[in-house]
């Protein structure tokens, strides 16, 4: 039977805070309560008015603490902690956006921490937020952002967003903004992958990757990583959501390598040497750790896909040490 590494796991509750108060403060409270009960009816129409405010004036104060610097191919995510949950640094990079991993404990008897959700930081200019247009007003940090049942969006400087998402077993949305409020980066830097290809196909360039194993940056495999090369213009503006099909009139070639016992074609013997089957060519690490995988869309050949997999260095994957930028690992 294929070990496979589940992201469909079920969401951890919430656990509900501490009380602020306690009971010597409510008795304290009431026995000033008459005299100041004008002063608390004034105020409270102050406190209503204010919320009407920033409900409608979004970026009334600063957001959280995020600068989004460097190259088309740098993360700034810094990894943190959101109670029981852990945000990674950024897994997967592209010229639009960033990507971290949320991570998290399941309720199932003996299971591991799993990813839970993602952390989506774009560029200014980059997110089209129409799809929140509707969505409940919650604070994330110093501004208001906007919640759906998946996911919370805030923008974190002007016209530049961030998202948090979940799926299937979802996060709450108390989960969700507490993964939100604490986004904050870090220095840039270059993130390496597990192997470096020597050839690419004929006008092929490097468009985006990291270390998790597909676009959308949910997929986590140990020691995995990705690669994703087009041939066309691709467009990194007004995004719904992260651009997991580069689009119409752009062909993609995407690379990943992982524990060769999580490949759907595993021969019984290693195979160095490469092999294909269907639109996918695969080659396995001389000790046999580990696979390399292609996989191209129309008009990409397997004779193309087999030379790139056969062309591949691959790095010790468990020594990151040795692993490649990410900026050089393509051509």
Do not use: H
């Not at 209503?48 to 600068?67: N, Q, S």
């Not at 041939?231 to 689009?247: C, F, H, I, M, Q």
């Not at 993609?252 to 996918?280: I, L, N, S, W």
């Amino acid at each position: 039977m294929q070990r496979r590494l589940s992201d469909l796991l079920e969401a951890a509750k919430a656990d509900a805070p501490a009380p602020r108060y306690g009971v010597e403060d409510a008795v304290r409270a009431g026995r000033r309560l008459r005299r100041r009960r004008a002063a608390w009816a004034t105020a409270a129409v102050a406190a209503v008015v204010a919320v009407a405010a920033v409900i409608a004036l979004p970026r009334l104060l600063p957001g959280p603490d995020f600068d989004y610097a460097g190259g088309d191919l740098t993360a700034t995510i810094q990894s943190y902690e959101a109670g029981p949950l852990t945000v990674t640094e950024a897994v997967q990079v592209s010229p639009g956006y960033q990507i971290a991993q949320v991570i998290g404990p399941t309720t199932k008897k003996g299971a591991k921490p799993a990813v839970r959700g993602t952390v989506t930081v774009f560029r200014p200019g980059v997110f089209d937020p129409a799809g929140f247009a509707t969505g409940t007003a919650v604070p994330v940090g110093g501004v208001t952002g906007r919640s759906r049942p998946d996911a919370v969006a805030w923008e974190y400087a002007e016209d530049a967003w961030a998202v948090v998402r979940t799926w299937q077993a979802r996060l709450t949305r108390a989960q969700l903004i507490a993964v939100a409020a604490g986004l904050r980066s870090t220095a840039p830097r270059t993130p390496t992958v597990g192997f470096k290809l020597t050839t690419v196909p004929a006008g092929f360039t490097l468009d985006s990757g990291g270390r998790a194993n597909d676009a959308t940056g949910r997929s986590a495999l140990p020691n995995g990583s990705y690669l994703r090369l087009v041939k066309g213009d691709v467009s990194y503006r007004n995004l719904p959501d992260v651009l997991a099909d580069p689009g119409p009139g752009v062909q993609a070639v995407e690379v990943r390598v992982y524990p060769r016992e999580y490949g759907q074609e595993v021969p019984p013997a290693v195979q160095p040497a490469g092999y294909c089957r269907g639109d996918r060519c695969y080659r396995d690490s001389a000790d046999g750790k580990v696979q390399i995988e292609a996989a191209g869309g129309p008009g990409t050949s397997t004779a193309d896909l087999l030379a790139l997999v056969k062309g591949a260095t691959f790095a010790v994957p468990d020594d990151p040490g040795t692993w490649y930028p990410l900026t050089s690992a393509a051509g």
